[in-house]
């Protein structure tokens, strides 16, 4: 089944799309969709004063809904979403995939802050750039993303992976400052550069990195080993559930910390040989 909507007036204010997850569990119709109401400048508005919207029910089996239209007003998409998936043709604002519990969330654009913010399974794919605390918690939580992978084509921001405890994310671009402080498990891949004072404080975890950076061999002591077996299992799980070969046997340096934090975390760090 595929549920398209398409904004049929211009955004300009902020719109909170919290209730929108509530057609997971509900019966698709047409009812049920123009009942639903988004919080949009204060106000609860129904959607279809929103959005044009159109059911094409070919596969009843699958649930696609597709957002034509989206712009970063757009907050709180795929908040505790589950099951089926979201397609947005466009660009979105803070906590998109929030609380996820699985499913999918595809963005074809860019998102700012807490993407994937404290989510527990499914799949993001963000085409572009997103912002700072990607896979973080929300401001006063104890724990950040606990499962699922998050798959980013272009940068990141700062702080990602801020107490992240489990799950898998995948960074094509560059990463600023403060990657993964007090990470406590999971893995962060980055394909490209990362800024300053990353692997602060990691306990566990491991973070994987394809350009050498700036590295501070106080915090973290180089370890022999480089964990072929762990990479060919990573590989084979990432081409089933994202249809990406990630490593390609590439070699890596492995190094063992924080140790200020007496930690037993990995950095991973391709080597050129």
Do not use: H
């Not at 505790?80 to 963005?107: F, P, Q, T």
């Amino acid at each position: 089944m595929k549920i398209i909507l398409k904004l049929k007036k211009k955004i300009d204010g902020y719109l909170d799309f919290k209730k929108f997850s509530k057609l997971n569990d509900e019966k698709l119709n047409y009812d049920n969709i123009y009942n639903t109401k988004l919080l949009y400048k204060n106000k609860l508005v129904g959607i279809k004063d929103l959005f044009l919207v159109r059911i094409y029910e070919k596969n009843i089996d699958s649930r696609v809904f597709i957002l034509d239209g989206s712009s970063y007003y757009f907050n709180f998409l795929g908040f505790r979403w589950k099951n089926d998936k979201i397609k947005v043709l466009g660009d979105a604002g803070s906590y998109l995939g929030l609380e996820m519990e699985s499913g999918e969330i595809e963005l074809e654009g860019s998102c700012e802050n807490f993407l994937g913010s404290e989510m527990t399974g499914g799949l993001i794919r963000v085409k572009k750039d997103v912002g700072d605390f990607l896979g973080a918690p929300t401001f006063g939580g104890k724990l950040g993303m606990n499962g699922g992978v998050i798959v980013v084509g272009g940068n990141a921001g700062n702080y990602l992976g801020k107490l992240m405890r489990r799950g898998i994310i995948i960074v094509c671009g560059d990463v600023k400052n403060f990657c993964c402080l007090n990470m406590i498990a999971g893995t962060v891949i980055i394909k490209k550069n990362i800024g300053s004072f990353f692997g602060s404080f990691m306990k566990r975890g491991t973070l994987i990195l394809f350009s050498k950076p700036q590295f501070n061999n106080l915090k973290f002591i180089i370890s022999k080993g480089e964990k072929e077996s762990f990479f060919g299992l990573l590989d084979i799980y990432l081409k089933n559930f994202i249809g990406v070969k990630v490593f390609n046997k590439k070699k890596f340096k492995r190094y063992i910390g924080d140790r200020n934090n007496n930690g037993l975390a990995e950095i991973l760090i391709a080597s050129k040989k």
